[in-house]
């Protein structure tokens, strides 16, 4: 499995479209670190503004992404009229989750320059336009693809210096995450991964922070403890969601979890959705 494909089958989203047509109002988004919010500008002018970042103004058909929901105000000037298709994109955990954590807060893609998403738009605005049955769970596949393709486009532009996706396009480091990611359960240390990627163990230390932005060993515990919510939720006992996380008992994955999470394990699995994330 490639890299993207391994990381996304891992930390999966599903998009819901909530609106498609035209638009001649203002909609205001709360801050909201659940789920994120995409919006296609088919023809604006549509007006993005922001509590602590400049406005942004949209003239030409554009993708406009907040991935952990940053609160946001769209308007359209007053006399003019703009077409749009928004949704919402959950993401398993919320803004835990690590694909939304390492995308920028709000993303822009002008469509126009990104010919990859070509074919998916075309058929994206297609299915909007028409009024066929089934239109509204193809449109948030399409969406879902989408997503997907923004991913790689991130991932191979090198657009991020640093992060996970950074790490990932990295020859050597990426041996290592896809190990963390792939193989959990694994007694990993410094020494195990700086073989993995090849690398001395200080240069191999040194790089990672520099690229992922964080030590290898805090990435593999922030990577093990995202499975473990993930298989709490699904009910699988405590004792043997240490064992499938890499924990040498239930009593120390307790209290790793219990450090990270603020809550227990089994607090956890009995918590409402959303209410622990």
């Not at 891992?10 to 709360?30: L, M, Q």
């Not at 994206?124 to 509204?136: K, P, Q, T």
């Not at 948030?140 to 532009?157: N, P, T």
């Not at 996706?165 to 020859?171: F, N, R, V, Y």
Request: a neutral charge.
């Amino acid at each position: 499995m490639d890299k993207i494909s391994s990381l996304i089958g891992r930390h999966t989203f599903n998009a819901r479209v909530f609106f498609n047509g035209d638009f001649c109002d203002t909609n205001e988004f709360v801050e909201d670190d659940k789920s994120g919010h995409l919006h296609l500008v088919r023809k604006g002018p549509v007006i993005f503004s922001h509590r602590e970042a400049p406005a942004i103004r949209i003239d030409e058909p554009t993708m406009i992404y907040y991935p952990r929901g940053t609160g946001h105000r769209l308007q359209v000037p007053e006399g003019e009229s703009a077409t749009l298709l928004c949704a919402t994109i959950s993401f398993q955990d919320g803004s835990q989750n690590l694909l939304a954590r390492v995308l920028p807060e709000c993303l822009r893609l002008p469509l126009a320059e990104r010919a990859m998403l070509g074919a998916t738009l075309e058929l994206l605005f297609a299915e909007a336009s028409a009024a066929a049955a089934g239109r509204d769970v193809i449109l948030d596949r399409l969406c879902d693809v989408l997503m997907v393709q923004m991913i790689r486009y991130q991932f191979e532009s090198g657009a991020m210096p640093t992060g996970l996706l950074a790490g990932l396009a990295d020859k050597q480091l990426s041996l290592a995450l896809v190990a963390m990611h792939e193989r959990p359960q694994e007694p990993w240390d410094l020494h195990s991964l700086a073989g993995v990627a090849c690398m001395s163990r200080t240069r191999f230390a040194e790089h990672f922070r520099a690229i992922v932005g964080t030590a290898p060993g805090e990435y593999l515990t922030q990577c093990r403890i995202r499975l473990a919510r993930h298989l709490l939720r699904q009910g699988t006992p405590v004792k043997a969601v240490s064992a499938k996380t890499g924990y040498a008992s239930a009593a120390a994955f307790t209290r790793a979890f219990t450090k990270y999470a603020g809550m227990s394990p089994r607090q956890w699995g009995r918590a409402p959705d959303g209410a622990a994330d």
